[in-house]
């Protein structure tokens, strides 16, 4: 089974072609199939998991050649490390529980939801286990493709006005990555690199103010993808308008994208920069988390609450990642996974109830937990999940990227950053309380159906993970533990790099300079260098560009560097 | 005793241009004696006629053979071109017999005119001289108007015709001009000679001829290929031209002005590259900016395709300017597949409409997603092509072009590009939501798939994924094709 990971990414696609010769009139049918398409790609993934050896290796490697034209050499690269093993695994594992979970919610165009549900699953597994960047951005752009549909067709009441928002404002993001993946090629070309795999890149020494401008394009794709604060306008827009399925999946899944591809390219490709715009990105991340909690808990709408909440949450994420220690990045990775099953499970709860009253509005509940014990239980226990309550799995991921965080040079960030767990429990428990508990005073909630075996059968294998990975995390710590470290290691040579440009590019390296930096235990957080030296370093205000007039500045910046 | 001597000429070059010239006198006399009505029999003839020009080009790969005292070439670039406009004509054939039947013109002299305008293409693909590029153009140009302005009932139809011919022989006298004066400066039209002579020039950009002359010429090609600022005809011609002829005229025009204005420049004048690259920036610029922002803002979808083949244009010089390998062979690309996707989408607006060209507003495509699900899923796979997303060609094509930027140090134009790129996004995605996202309004019972567009579609959805998914297929041939300048 060498091609498993070729067999776990493209199972959904012949799933397509089995639904195509499928009448779209046989609901039941389709499915059913869908279902068992998607279950068997989830089996299938789980030999990919018992395989894994916990080392720092990428593993299940496929590389073949792909496109050879001009200067470009494109190759069919996969593979996957600790890192992207677990989001593997998280995809497949929600897909089925997606799909089950639209049997009654979808009624219209069965086939066609289908079918974009099975599209979307190879799109992001294809974009997890890309190591050759022009094939990660194919599969990035091409997963668009199923979510615009499905936010625009299955819809709500602005649908399309969401659906356009979601594409138009992914699509400027990944197109300015992929100029600077085209610059990076050719710069990776001079330095005798052949095609488009990544991990060469990852040795490419590039100057510092070419790493900017990268970092830049890269950090900007995904930040609209994660969303992060200012740029995650269109979130709440898709997830109040994208059918269930689409809301967990796009919450579960996609906003992972985001996170993961600032751990898997723009911080590995461009330490420097990352580390130069730790302190610019943080910040954003902790407004992220105070301001979405904040809007979360004056929303009327418990979907647009959830997606709110899940601003926050990616907040936290960004936050843990950029700490760049080991700490923070394995929060920030099991917190990618905790809020995919967390959020997820959020969604479905607000389709089971949008489903019996066609309202999502908070007022016109309260008291249900009379007439919905089970509900009420599950609720409860996904609140406190997404909580972080100890015991379930949110705590983990927050404890540790604010462990690490708090370790880093993101001291004071953190400190604001934990008032965000106090909000979000405020929000998370009111929005309970009001719909939960109370009077059971509106007569059509009166006659509400508590869940049915196939809602709970949907929520079971999730309220497991939620107090496995709370109980016992290890085992997903232990196979992405030696990714992780290999990473910081990646990542802290060049934090020792990035003390040094700017003293160097200042004040032409004077004596004993070099020496301290490096006796400087790295990972120490450095408040005064990070935020200060920098802004006015490499990057004046109006800098020509990555053209020719940059290169003599950059020069200079470098050189004594690598003189030492 | 003298003899006059007559040069020894191999025909060998231009054998497809003959080919197709006879079949056109041909056919137009099998119109003559035929009697009226049924006209499809043309359409086959013509697209056979086509197949087999195709199959005669194909075999000229890979030959380099110089013909008339050098001002005329059969190499791969000429070669990779005509495959090009055939392609583009015979999608064309395909697609016009029953639209040409719905609105009641149809007059048996549309094919013939079809094949003439390709034999000027030709020439001027594989014209080396400025006098064989402008007697192709020429050719090209005339049947052009005549094309536009075909449905003599239809008044905006004869207003196209009208307003192609007046601003189009306009923009040749620029042209002319323009290629006066380089004569003027060098003495000859041979465009290596050109070439060689500005070679040995001390410092040809201060000899205002030599620089008038290439603005002169650059005009009037702008003209020709859409770009702005002197795009204003395109869209009203567009819109007013038979549908079909629309189609044809958005590819097959706009990739020989490409070939013949890359053969000039590349070719004759890559002394003042320096220069004429800082104009085609410019020109890149406005003419993507211009096409995509007017292009928001339209209803009817023929222009709608108007404005966003203006944005192609631009796209297609960003290519240009940057011109190295990576950029030309990308323009080369783009060409063929925007000939397979944008036909291809001009089909489906076809079979949409109704009689009188009515019908044509993205509106009209209300709820067509779930009425005829096979052609709106034809129709969305140009669309997203056209917008540049991958797997489609439209999108290896896009990263070509603004590759060869980058490549060759423009970076703004290529970020420029690329948000370009995504505000088209737009005016694309409103064409599915109507199709997807809307109540039908209709039941689109008028839509008949017949066999030839069935056919049209088939080959343009191929055309327009296959060379997405494994670009080499197409990307070698093309970057072969521009070795040789």
Known sequence: ?564 | MDMISIPVVNMTPILPEIFLSVLAMVLLLINVFSPGGQKSYLAYISFFGIVATAVLVGAGWGAHIESFGGSVVLDNFATFFKMTFLIAAGLTVLISDRYMEREECNHGELYPLILFAVVGMMLMASGTDLMTIFLGLEVMSVTLYVLAGFNRANKKSNEAGLKYFLLGSFSTGFMLYGMALIYGATGTTRLYKIAAILGQMTLPSANILLVAGMLLMMTGFAFKIAAAPFHMWTPDVYEGAPTPMTAFMSAGPKAAGFAALMRLFLLALPTLQVEWSQVLWVLAVLTMTVGNITALRQDNIKRVLAYSSIAHAGYALVGFAAGNGTGTAGILFYMLSYSFMNIGAFAIIILVAKKGETNGNVSDFAGLGFKRPVLAIAMTIFLFSLAGVPPAAGFIGKFYLFAGAIQKGYIWLAVIGVLNSAASAYYYLRIMVYMYMKEPTEEFEWVQVTAPVTLALIIAVAGTLIPGVVPSVILQYAQMAVKLL
């Open chain 1, 1 to 564: 089974m060498s091609n498993v990971l070729s067999l776990t990414t493209f199972l959904p696609i012949l799933g397509v072609l089995l639904l195509l010769f499928i009448p779209k009139d046989s609901k039941g049918v389709l499915r059913n199939v869908t279902f068992a398409v998607t279950l068997v790609t989830f089996f299938v993934s789980l030999i990919i998991l018992t395989g894994f050896k916990a080392n720092a290796d990428f593993q299940f490697l496929e590389n073949v050649p792909w496109i050879a034209a001009g200067p470009f050499v494109m190759r069919y690269n996969i593979g996957i490390d600790g890192i992207s093993l677990w989001l593997v695994i998280l995809t497949t594992f929600i897909m089925p529980i997606a799909v089950l979970s639209t049997y009654t919610a979808v009624e219209e165009k069965v086939k066609e939801y289908m079918i974009c549900l099975l599209l979307l699953e190879t799109g992001m597994l294809g974009a997890f286990i890309s190591l050759d960047i022009f094939l990660f951005y194919i599969f990035w752009e091409v997963m668009l493709i199923p979510m615009y549909f499905m936010i625009g067709i299955w819809g709500g009441k602005n649908k399309i006005y969401a659906a356009v928002k979601f594409f138009v404002y992914t699509m400027v993001g990944s197109l300015l990555m992929l100029v600077a993946i085209v610059f990076l090629y050719f710069k990776g070309m001079q330095a005798g690199i052949t095609d488009f795999g990544l991990l060469q890149f990852f040795s490419l020494k590039l100057d510092l103010a070419t790493q900017i401008w990268l970092f830049l394009a890269f950090a900007f794709a995904f930040a609209i993808k994660v969303p992060m604060f200012p740029l995650h306008t269109w979130l709440p827009d898709a997830h109040t308008e994208a059918p269930t399925a689409g809301s967990v999946i796009l919450a579960a899944v996609l906003l992972k994208m985001g996170t993961y591809g600032y751990v898997r390219f723009a911080i590995p490709l461009f330490p420097e920069a990352a580390h130069k715009f730790a302190p610019l990105l943080a910040t954003l991340a902790v407004i992220g988390i105070i301001y979405a909690a904040l809007v979360a808990m004056v929303q009327e709408d418990v979907k647009k609450l959830v997606a709110y909440s899940s601003v926050a949450h990616l907040g936290f994420v960004m936050l843990g990642i950029f700490a760049f220690n080991v700490e923070g990045i394995t929060g920030g990775m099991l917190q990618m996974i905790n809020h995919g099953i967390s959020t997820g499970a959020l969604f479905l709860i607000v389709g089971f109830i949008y489903e019996r009253r066609h309202t999502r509005l908070i007022t016109d509940f309260g008291g249900l937990s009379k007439q919905m014990p089970i509900f009420a239980t599950i609720f409860m226990i996904v609140t406190f999940s997404s909580v972080g309550l100890p015991g379930t799995n949110g705590f983990v991921g927050e404890f540790l990227i604010l462990l690490g965080a708090f370790e880093s040079e993101l001291r004071w960030w953190t400190v604001i950053a934990t008032s965000g767990v106090i909000l979000s429990a405020v929000y998370m428990l009111w929005v309970f309380q009001r719909v939960m508990f109370g009077e059971l005073d509106n007569p059509k909630n009166q006659k509400l159906l508590d869940l049915n075996a196939r809602e709970i059968t949907i929520m079971v294998p999730l309220l497991i993970m939620i107090f496995f990975m709370g109980l016992y995390p290890k085992p997903f710590i232990d196979k992405m533990d030696p990714a992780i470290k290999k990473l910081v290691s990646q990542v802290r040579v060049a934090s020792v790099n990035a003390q040094v440009i700017p003293g160097a590019q200042q004040m032409q390296m004077p004596e004993g300079h070099p020496g301290m930096s490096q006796q400087m235990p790295a990972g120490h957080p450095d408040m005064q260098q990070m935020p200060s030296g920098h802004p006015g370093g490499a990057m004046p205000a109006g800098h020509p560009g990555m053209e020719a007039p940059a290169a003599p500045q950059a020069v200079p910046a470098v050189n004594p560097h690598d003189a030492k």
